[in-house]
């Protein structure tokens, strides 16, 4: 068990580029999540995968925002000509069921 | 829809003080609840989850019960340590969405410094 990891750590764009973050859950967990946390506030569900069919979508998930995990093995979000606003730590979770998660350290993105 | 509200913070507490971190939540049906820790430069970690009424979830001596009367969730240490501070987020899952989805809602966070 490596944890959750998550790539890059931090990212620094500038406005109108697009940007592509990694996870890579714990291996036997089925389960996976992107939240989006901006600063002061907690955690926002972004969406969910269970093995590789995404399940669940959040309504602040633009269609600049997707997000695939393809093989039910590790997940990619991609944010097209990112915003000021888009500006967060981008936080993907893992699990194998209910009782709660196991976080990665997440992906800094500043938008300049 | 589901919402938490935290304590807000910054706290600050002295070493070996009692710590109380309150945590109301408004949701549908019977959600489980949790407390999440976040250490400077770390990412989430569970610190401690209760999932039904009256139970009590515990872990490196935080505690915290489920009440339903009064649909809280407080957090509370008897003796704070340095190593404690960190921020605090309380959250729930309702376990009842789609597919499994144990999506969590969360609180603002609560900042706890403690100070020697």
């Known amino acids: 068990d490596t944890g959750v990891s998550q790539d890059p750590r931090h990212k620094i764009t500038k406005r109108g580029q697009n940007v592509t973050f990694r996870c890579d859950p714990i291996?036997?967990?089925?389960?996976l999540y992107w939240y989006r946390q901006t600063l002061g506030q907690g955690p926002e569900f972004l969406t969910y995968?269970?093995?590789?069919?995404?399940l669940e979508k959040s309504r602040l998930l633009s269609d600049r925002f997707s997000a695939e995990r393809p093989k039910g093995s590790f997940s990619t979000l991609e944010i097209q000509r990112t915003e000021q606003g888009d500006s967060a730590m981008y936080l993907c979770?893992?699990?194998w069921g209910p009782g709660g998660y196991t976080f990665g350290s997440g992906t800094r993105l500043t938008v300049v | 829809g589901n919402s938490v509200t935290q304590m807000e913070g910054p706290v600050t507490l002295s070493e070996e003080a009692f710590l109380t971190i309150n945590c109301t939540y408004t949701?549908?049906?019977?959600?489980?609840l949790f407390w999440y820790v976040q250490y400077p430069g770390e990412g989430l970690q569970l610190l401690l989850k209760a999932t039904k009424a009256d139970d009590k979830g515990s872990n490196k001596g935080f505690e915290a019960t489920y009440r339903k009367e009064t649909t809280s969730f407080h957090l509370e240490k008897g003796s704070v340590q340095v190593s404690d501070s960190a921020v605090y987020f309380c959250a729930l899952s309702d376990g009842a969405s789609n597919f499994g989805n144990e999506k969590l809602t969360f609180g603002t966070g609560t900042r706890l410094t403690i100070i020697p």
């Open positions: 979770a893992s699990s």
């Open positions: 291996s036997e967990h089925n389960r």
């Open positions: 995968f269970q093995n590789e069919a995404q």
């Open positions: 949701a549908t049906g019977y959600p489980s």
